[in-house]
């Protein structure tokens, strides 16, 4: 593993989400997306597959407590949670089950009131997780700064 790249990844990771966070309000808003580009599932997302690949690795770091990469992935996964629930109530179940197949159908469905204020709830523990996810992500990264490149390296 190299230092810089890992760094990136996280870096790359807090941007993402706050833009997917972001797109799921949108939805909320009853605002058309064309090409839904947001994995309902955590494992499909780019963090996801890069944190259940290299991400854990980082569980051997000496100044990385044990519990930092749990957090990290429990708020990943409740992030993805809350919104394949806000997913579902726009779009049905049909077009929660498979990233690829929602890219080429995507229409949004009617919803009543308490699915809308559902979906709004849904929404605010969203957010919750966002927040949480994000700092967690930020003291790994204050972690790793304050590490030599070769003890990143020699988690590969």
Sequence with gaps: MIKEDVLGHLRVANTAHTKWVQ????L????DINEPTLPVNARESDFGKW????GKKL??????????????????????EMYSNVFY?????????????????????????IE???ALEYYETMQAFENDLLNEIKRLEHRLTALSDEKIEALS
């Design 23 to 26: 797109k799921a309000k949108i």
């Design 59 to 80: 569980n051997g770091l000496s100044n990385n407590p044990l519990e930092c990469m749990d957090n990290i992935e429990k708020l990943h996964i409740g992030l993805h």
């Design 51 to 54: 944190f259940d690949n290299d």
């Design 116 to 118: 809308e204020t559902l």
């Design 89 to 113: 109530i726009y779009c049905g179940e049909s077009q929660k089950k498979g990233f690829f197949s929602k890219m080429l159908s995507f229409d949004k469905k009617p919803i009543s009131n």
């Design 28 to 31: 909320i808003d009853k605002i």
